[in-house]
């Protein structure tokens, strides 16, 4: 039994092959399909014949390992039951609950946790994905994910035929194997107000501990790829004793931030506050996230809502494109 779902044959059948031809697997289905619980199932079974077993979560809007809006790696360590009880390893900020509109930070995030997987000797890798396999935008990610990522084996769970034009372009390709599985009987639909619902308790679960930390804009470089606007007094606190014609706060914020104009949808925002953020080290890979509480231009600082206590590897902020309450 996992999740309270009786294993079919077929998902033995499949542990057994993927054994014996050993590499990275690239999870495929729509949402509320059942991937994760295959996931967790396979990452099991596998750990325990006694292989060197690695997941990679790249649901980032109903995401296990890791908070929302991050990709998540773990090296599975002992067998797991649920994948909720691991931790992340290694996360990549995407900054968003949706791939739409943050087609590439997905795609690059999950190369670049592929490619700690390999470094560290794993014998099997096993990607999840979201569930946004319709449409042109849907095709066109998860044919560079497959081309880039190159998997050995693709496993699509379907219910008819939904993804079969994604599967289209591997039929004749040797050195890929796509397995197809029916999505189980027992497999639940989750509304959008319970997935809504889901995010809100994650980040709760992740925020909970959060302590006000403050940072100085000196030591870091805040990455905004949406060109929300900078006031050029304190943002969100009307400090009188803020010297107006000092610039050299002002300068500090516009030299270390590098913006983007490209993505219209978010471009209207015009403060910081209450934006999730991702905190990430020299590699661009993430040691927590934060959520903006204000900006001091006097003191130049950014202080923050985050669990994170030990600053000694943030080299930059990169700003998200959702708000938290």
Request: hydrophobic share 35%; charged share 25%; glycine share 6%.
């Amino acid at each position: 039994m996992t999740n309270n779902i009786k294993i079919s044959p077929s998902w033995a059948e499949l542990t057994h092959k993927l054994n014996k031809d050993k590499g990275i697997i690239m999870v495929i289905g729509a949402s509320d399909t059942g991937k994760s619980t295959l996931v967790s199932y396979l990452a099991r079974e596998l750990y325990n014949k006694e292989n060197k077993v690695c997941i990679i979560d790249g649901d980032v809007g109903q995401s296990i390992i890791g908070p929302p809006t991050t990709i998540g790696l773990a090296f599975i360590k002992s067998a797991i039951k649920f994948l909720h009880s691991i931790q992340p390893d290694l996360m990549f900020f995407v900054g968003s609950t949706s791939p739409i509109g943050h087609l590439l930070p997905t795609v690059v995030g999950m190369k670049k946790l592929l490619e700690k997987s390999i470094q560290n000797g794993m014998d099997i890798t096993i990607i999840n994905t979201t569930g946004l396999v319709s449409g042109q935008v849907a095709w066109e990610l998860k044919y560079q994910k497959i081309n880039l990522i190159n998997p050995k084996h693709i496993i699509a769970i379907q219910r008819f035929r939904e993804i079969e034009d994604i599967l289209r372009p591997y039929k004749d390709k040797t050195q890929l194997r796509v397995h197809r599985l029916a999505v189980h009987e027992k497999v639940k639909h989750k509304s959008q107000e319970q997935r809504r619902l889901y995010r809100e308790q994650r980040f709760k679960e992740y925020f909970r501990l959060s302590k006000e930390q403050e940072i100085h804009l000196d030591r870091i470089t805040i990455i905004n790829p949406y060109h929300i606007s900078i006031p050029t007094e304190n943002i969100f606190e009307k400090d009188k004793n803020i010297d107006k014609n000092n610039h050299t706060a002002q300068e500090t914020i516009e030299n270390n931030f590098q913006g983007r104009t490209d993505i219209p949808q978010v471009r209207q925002m015009v403060t910081l506050q209450g934006l999730l953020v991702g905190l990430n080290d020299e590699d661009n890979f993430t040691i927590g996230l934060g959520k903006v509480e204000k900006i001091n231009l006097q003191r130049r600082t950014i202080t923050l809502l985050t669990p994170l206590s030990d600053f000694t590897k943030l080299k930059t902020i990169r700003i998200g494109s959702i708000r938290l309450d």
